[in-house]
């Protein structure tokens, strides 16, 4: 009867929620036999509460045990002992093959006593189970040496061979367990044999034993310990930790070690009052010492106030408030980077040629560029100038964050801005043979994803036209380079980019030396026609401009065809006269300007050339 | 229900403290008692009254010989130092407690048992096996000894031999007890104070190793705080006479001070001093077990006597009846333990032989000189491992007095005294700590074996136990 019963019952209102379900007992289902069985069953899904009687009391309990264990008293050997396992030791464990059928065993006892007797000898020649104990056995390596090594090496005026020797077995002996070692310590030199052998004369010779402080007994160990570290292996190939012991045991001072027991010994000496005094004394120093702390703290944070990047925040914030402010100050951050750029490019000292990608700027303009960027964390990659769309994007991060005057610059979010500023400063402060070592560099702005270097070379042919690439795999194969690096390390393609550059250069000057050439002979024919034409009009120098412009019309009837591309030709000429003195200077500062010149002249001088053909065909 | 019971007898005993047992035999000879047992049990299974009787040129070994009898001597094969003195009674003693008294009743032969005896008188073939148990009766029980720290190296040589000639033992090996005492203290590192029967020696133990310049020994033990009472009790104002139990007869009940009223024992032959000193001492055993205590301190024995004179007495009764309140004596005769200006002069009786305690043999001078002899940088982790032993250890207010002592020695050290509460690890440490180390996995490899003596002779024990 649940309280839902009574409820009902009572005509009160029921409960919400669902009746409570009656808790079935758990009771484990015990597997009954026979009549049991039967009985319990007339009962169905409510089992009748019948306690089974338990009818066997003490014989079945027992019945249903185990059979009882086999232990045997089993020899063993220790291999630590590194006797050969002459000491045999017994002990007991338990049987293997302990698992006998129940029923025998009044069998098995008879069996095992004769087994007892018997068995001893097999057990023996069968090869004994090692003790599990033996692998805690952990022997200290000491120093070896030979008599050679000792002589080239360790020779000590304080010390003899022999009481080195007595050193080091009495470290082996005591596992490097010092207080032991000098405890133990009892040296005593052997009496030299003199010819005499007089007893008494040798017992007056005889050196009295030196009494060795624990100090030097250590000196002495960590000099040989170390020494002979360093002839096994010298100190440049040794490990890092091999290394640092060897820093630990060369300097080890004996004298600073006296002094510091000695102090240790002074502090041991105190009396009561010195011991309460001194106590006092450090709880005053840690005050102090916290108080330090905190004021150094704040000091710090002062400092960090102070020193905010300067800024005439409230100006500045107020014209970049509204969104036209914003949108100007974007442009203006683009423009900067585009002067940036722009500066760049002509600051790159090898940019030629007429494509305007060309070698990538390597290690200085990059780090010029990012150290002149302003502090922002990702400086350290920040692209070199070249490929516009990287570039682009780059300078917008860079530039956003670098704003003090930004719209929103909310303490917290400046305060962080700086720790970032105070990271890249702190990444800064790599040196140039730090950043080898670590092999920093400041490269191009890498793409998604891995590349292979070689990959970048053959950027490098794409970008040229067919004809240059012919010219530049020629000169290659004339230096015997293949064209496809075989070991593309770093440094290879570095070299290889800076060859690659020298040889556009080459092929480059080459090519504006063919034209010049080419230029030379146009010119020499026209003196020839204009020397023929000489013989009625003389020529002279400050007329030879001017005649440049009448040339047209005098020469109208000249020129059949009166064609306009003798004109560029002259134009050509005009401009080409003052360049090829700059770049008898310095063709290099001049090359970028004038390389769009070069390229029409080149079509144009082809077309002159042409046509002069064509005069003289005529 | 017999899976549930917590360590079933199939169940092999996890290794979890490194124990391995190879019944292992400890030995552990003292100057009052020598103590025997099995290695890995946690008292000794034997112990023995190192005074042993001497009767017509036999030696009687075990405490219930020793009664009173015509011209029986009671000797000791130890001496005051706790080294062995008559190798000959030690071997016959060690071999008592050892093999008759810790290995089983083995059957007589049945050759020997007078059974099957013929009448004819045939000789009778001498059974091997049996001859070979006679001769070989520890062949497997490998034998830790101990030995006091000072145990010359030809005493220690001469251990081995008895050991390794007389009853087969596979393995041997000697140990020093400060070292056990320390583990038995479960330390490896401790400042040992060891105050025995016959002396008192302070050790400074690292790394489970003794350190040789640290020993420091001086009589200040049990039987130099027996002499004390004797002196204490002669001088007594109504002297005190000892007689030792055997010698009563019946007594009957007397008011305190009043003079003994018993008959004493006739005995119709002499009795000798041995055996009566011998019985005189269980008398000042008992005393000191019962009425002798340490004054605490902190404040000085010399300028605290009004507030001992206050101080509770107790009653203490001899065997012959008399009996007697104790009161600041009780604190004065352990005094000169620790200032040796307060002791009384050493008893005149004859055949005592006690010395009088010199200033560098109290134990706080003892403490001191081994720490003097120990590096410096040892010193605080020592005082904070300090470990009492030995019985004398067990009066009453003992380690508080030397935890003073220490804490005025050495002020601004942390000192720690570690002392077993229960008596019989603190009579019996050193056989304690040779039971953990001989039951232990790891010391298998450190036993020297009979081979290596036969290879090596006695001088073995000297490279290896050091």
């Known amino acids: 009867m649940t309280s839902a019963d009574v409820r009902e019952v009572l005509n009160l209102n029921q409960p919400s929620g669902p009746r409570p379900k009656k808790q079935k007992v758990a009771a484990p289902r015990q597997s009954l036999k026979g009549l049991a069985r039967e009985v319990q069953a007339l009962g169905g899904d409510n089992p009748i509460a019948i306690v089974p009687e338990i009818t066997s009391f003490r014989k079945k309990r027992f019945g249903s045990r185990k059979p009882a264990a086999r232990w045997e008293l089993r020899p063993f050997q220790n291999s630590a002992r590194g006797d050969n396992g002459a000491l045999v030791l017994r002990h007991w464990r338990q049987k293997k093959d302990a698992m006998a059928p ?11 006593e004769t087994d007892g007797k018997l068995g001893d000898g097999e057990n023996k020649k069968e090869v004994l189970e090692d003790s599990s104990f033996a692998k805690y056995n952990v022997k200290i390596p000491v120093p070896q040496y030979d008599d050679d090594q000792y002589n080239n090496n360790l020779q000590n005026d304080d010390w003899s061979k022999e009481e080195t020797d007595y050193l080091m077995e009495t470290v082996r002996d005591f596992d490097l367990r010092w207080p032991l070692i000098w405890d133990r310590y009892e040296f005593v030199p052997e009496i030299p044999d003199g010819p005499d052998g007089g007893e008494a004369l040798s017992v007056a010779v005889m050196p009295a034993p030196k009494p060795r402080t624990m100090e030097d007994l250590k000196q002495r160990y960590y000099e040989v310990a170390a020494k002979m570290m360093a002839v096994q292996k010298p100190a440049q190939y040794m490990t890092r930790p091999e290394f640092e012991l060897y820093e630990t045991m060369l300097q080890f001072n004996a004298a600073k070690e006296t002094q510091r027991k000695r102090f240790v010994a002074n502090t041991l000496a105190r009396t009561r009052e010195e011991a309460r005094e001194e106590e006092s004394l450090l709880m005053e120093l840690k005050r102090i010492l916290a108080r330090n702390q905190t004021f150094n703290e704040e000091r710090r944070d002062l400092y960090r106030r102070l020193d905010f990047p300067p800024t005439n925040a409230e100006e500045d914030l107020n014209a970049y408030k509204s969104s036209a402010g914003l949108a100007n100050l974007l442009q203006n951050l683009m423009n900067s980077e585009k002067s940036k750029k722009r500066k760049s490019l002509a600051a790159g000292p090898d940019g030629p040629g007429p494509t305007p990608t060309s070698v990538s700027h390597p290690g200085p303009s990059g780090v010029h560029q990012s150290s002149e960027g302003p502090g922002h964390r990702r400086e350290s990659i920040a692209a070199s100038t070249h490929g516009g769309h990287g570039h682009h994007r780059d300078s917008i991060t860079s530039a956003t964050p670098a704003t003090p005057a930004e719209p929103t610059p909310a303490p917290g979010g400046a305060d962080k801005k700086k720790k970032g500023g105070a990271t890249a400063a702190e990444r800064r402060k790599l040196t140039e043979q730090e950043e080898q070592v670590y092999g920093v560099t400041y490269g191009d702005r890498l793409g998604g994803g891995p590349t292979f270097r070689y990959e970048k070379i053959n950027k490098l042919y794409s970008h040229k036209s067919n004809q240059q690439q012919k010219r530049i795999t020629n000169l290659l194969t004339e230096l015997d380079i293949p064209p496809r690096l075989a070991m593309p390390t770093a440094k290879v393609v570095e070299e290889f980019e800076r060859l690659w550059g020298a040889l556009t250069a080459l092929v480059d000057l080459r090519k504006v030396n063919e034209k010049l050439d080419n230029e030379i002979m146009v010119e020499e024919v026209k003196k020839a026609e204009r020397d023929r034409a000489k013989g009625i009009v003389p020529a002279e120098e400050e007329q030879e401009k001017a005649a440049d412009d009448g040339q047209n019309g005098e020469t109208g009837e000249a020129g059949a065809e009166g064609d306009p591309p003798s004109v560029v030709i002259k134009n050509e000429e005009g401009d080409q006269v003052p360049e090829q003195t700059g770049e008898v200077n310095g063709e290099k500062e001049k090359r970028p300007s004038s390389s769009g010149g070069h390229k029409r002249s080149a079509s144009v001088l082809s077309a002159g050339s042409d046509k002069s053909n064509k005069r003289q065909k005529k | 229900m017999a899976q549930q019971q917590p360590l079933s007898s199939t169940v092999q005993p996890t290794d979890v403290y490194g124990g391995d047992e190879v019944s292992a035999l400890v030995l552990d000879p003292g100057y009052y008692n020598t103590r025997a047992g099995f290695a890995g049990e946690d008292v000794p299974r034997q112990v023995i009254p190192s005074f042993y009787g001497h009767i017509e040129g036999r030696d009687l070994f075990g405490d219930e010989v020793i009664i009173p009898r015509a011209g029986y001597e009671v000797r000791n094969y130890m001496n005051r130092d706790s080294v062995v003195e008559d190798w000959d009674a030690a071997t016959k003693a060690w071999e008592h407690v050892l093999v008759r008294r810790l290995q089983p009743e083995r059957q007589t032969p049945p050759s020997k048992n007078g059974l099957n005896d013929e009448t004819d008188g045939d000789v009778v073939m001498d059974d091997g096996a049996g001859a070979e148990m006679e001769e070989r009766p520890l062949s497997e029980n490998p034998l830790l000894m101990t030995e006091a720290p000072w145990n010359s190296a030809k005493a220690r040589e001469k251990a081995i031999e008895v050991v390794m000639e007389n009853w087969a033992c596979p393995a041997f090996w000697l140990s020093r007890t400060p070292v056990l005492a320390s583990f038995a203290a479960g330390k490896a590192t401790a400042l040992v104070v060891d105050v025995g029967g016959a002396n008192t020696s302070v050790t400074a133990v690292h790394d489970g190793m003794m350190l040789k310049r640290s020993v420091q020994k001086s009589p200040a033990g049990g039987l130099w705080l027996s002499g004390q009472i004797r002196s204490m009790w002669e001088t007594n104002e109504p002297k005190v006479d000892i007689v030792p139990s055997f010698m009563v007869e019946n007594k009957k009940p007397v008011e305190a001070g009043a003079p003994a009223d018993y008959r004493p024992k006739k005995f119709d032959f002499p009795i000798t001093d041995s055996f009566r000193l011998f019985e005189e001492e269980r008398v000042l055993t008992e005393f000191k077990e019962s009425v ?99 019985s004398t250890s067990l009066l009453n207010g003992f380690n508080d007095r030397l935890n003073n002592e220490l804490q005025a020695a050495y002020p601004g050290v942390r000192i720690k005294i570690h002392a077993a509460g229960l008596t019989s690890e603190r009579r019996f440490g050193a056989w304690i700590g040779g039971s953990i180390l001989a039951s232990l996995g790891t010391f298998h490899q450190m036993w020297i074996s009979r081979k290596e003596y036969e290879e090596n002779g006695p001088g073995i024990v000297e490279k290896r136990c050091k």
């Open chain 1, 102 to 112: 129940p029923g025998d065993d009044l069998m098995d006892g008879v069996q095992m």
């Open chain 2, 292 to 390: 002798v205590e340490v004054w605490r301190g902190p404040a000085k024995f010399t300028e605290s006597q009004q507030y001992i004179a206050n101080q509770p007495g107790r009653v203490f009764e001899m065997p012959n009846g008399s009996n007697q309140m104790w009161k600041e004596q009780r604190y004065k005769v352990s005094e000169g333990m620790w200032d040796e200006s307060a002791a009384f002069p050493p008893p005149t009786a004859p055949g005592l032989d006690i010395p009088s305690l010199a200033k560098n043999q109290t134990i706080p001078a003892l403490i001191k000189a081994c720490l003097d002899g120990v590096d410096v940088d040892l010193k605080p982790n020592l005082l904070g491992n300090v470990v009492v032993t030995g």
